[in-house]
């Protein structure tokens, strides 16, 4: 069985030399730089959209300031956010944007970990920049909902500050005081593993309902259903959201953002989680037997004739090879 000639990018459209040049760097000793690169993008596109939205949602509350913003808006812009996250990361780097998906993949998937260790740290630095120019950009706005705050009465400002309600709280997350951890615990716990089990899903090459182009769809909006209904008793659902957004909650209002025993929850649990989706779903939902579909394979065979070099040889190479060759038979399971 022929496959159809392959056709690189390079092949119709021309380049700026100088552009030539950086990609054959970028192919070569500093690939890695571009992933991670992706990595940082990506992580940065999801928390700016929903940290965004969450400003507007805590602020206008204080203020009482109608019609900015909502749960359902909160939401849809993470949602938003990751859509945009998973097209422009996910061709570069895999798109894991979420440091538990990445360890998921060194545990499961034999990803290399230092190469996992460069992606943790641009998903993290991406979410904690992200924040610091959302908190710029809405500073006077911030400076408001504080001021009107402190003029409630004495010592408001601090007991709300490091509060879902407070605006510190659009950015570490808190939960409110005299919360049960242990019920936090469990609502983190078990979100994560619904999110988790639609993402591996979503992964699975034999999976007839989710073709690749739906992939950020699905993966979008089941971040938004999570946000819609387990958001209030507490949830980070991504490590790098979380961690980045509580660095940057220390970076602007010290140490009393750290978040106490909560913080570790956010961190911790959805790494936790993720291993044990993974674990379920590769056990009770992965089947070899299973035929890959005609969208998947078409991705799968487009990223390996992928000719990660400005060398025409290469991909010269590669076309022949899968010209001359007779591929082999892929035995379809009829349905």
Known sequence: MSTPNIVHLNDIQGRH????????????????????FAEFV????????????????IVSGILKEQGLSSVFQVGMA??????????????????????AVTIAFCVMK????????????????????????????????????????ESVGPGVLEATLF?????????????????NLGRVFLNEFITDIMIVMVIWNCL??????????????????????????????????????????????????????????????????????TIVAVVLYELFFVDYARVISSAHLEMIQAHHNHARTPNRELASQLETTNNSSEKDQIEVERV
């Open 42 to 57: 990506g992580v940065f596109l999801y928390v700016y959209a929903g940290v965004g939205s969450q400003v507007l949602f």
């Open 110 to 149: 034999g990803f290399p970990p230092v190469k996992a260790i460069r992606y943790i740290i641009a998903q993290i630095l991406g979410g904690y920049i992200a924040c610091l120019l959302i908190y710029v950009q809405y500073r006077d706005f911030i400076k408001l909902a504080e001021a009107a705050l």
């Open 204 to 273: 699975d090459p034999t999976n007839l309902m989710v073709p690749p182009f739906a992939v950020p769809w699905a993966i979008g909006l089941v971040y938004a259903v999570a946000i819609w209904g387990y958001s209030v008793p507490g949830l980070a659902a991504n490590t790098a959201r979380d961690v980045g957004g509580r660095l940057a909650a220390l970076t602007i209002w010290g140490m009393d953002a750290s978040g106490g025993k909560y913080a570790a929850i956010t961190a911790l649990t959805n790494i936790l989680s």
């Open 163 to 179: 509060t879902p309600n407070g605006p510190a709280g659009a950015f570490g997350l808190y939960v409110t005081p005299g919360t």
């Open 17 to 36: 030399r100088l552009l030539k040049r950086w990609e054959n760097l970028r192919h070569g000793s500093v690939h890695w730089f571009a992933e991670c």
């Open 78 to 99: 993470y949602a938003g956010g990751i859509v945009a996250a998973l097209c422009i990361a996910l061709p570069v780097s895999g798109g894991h944007i979420n440091p």
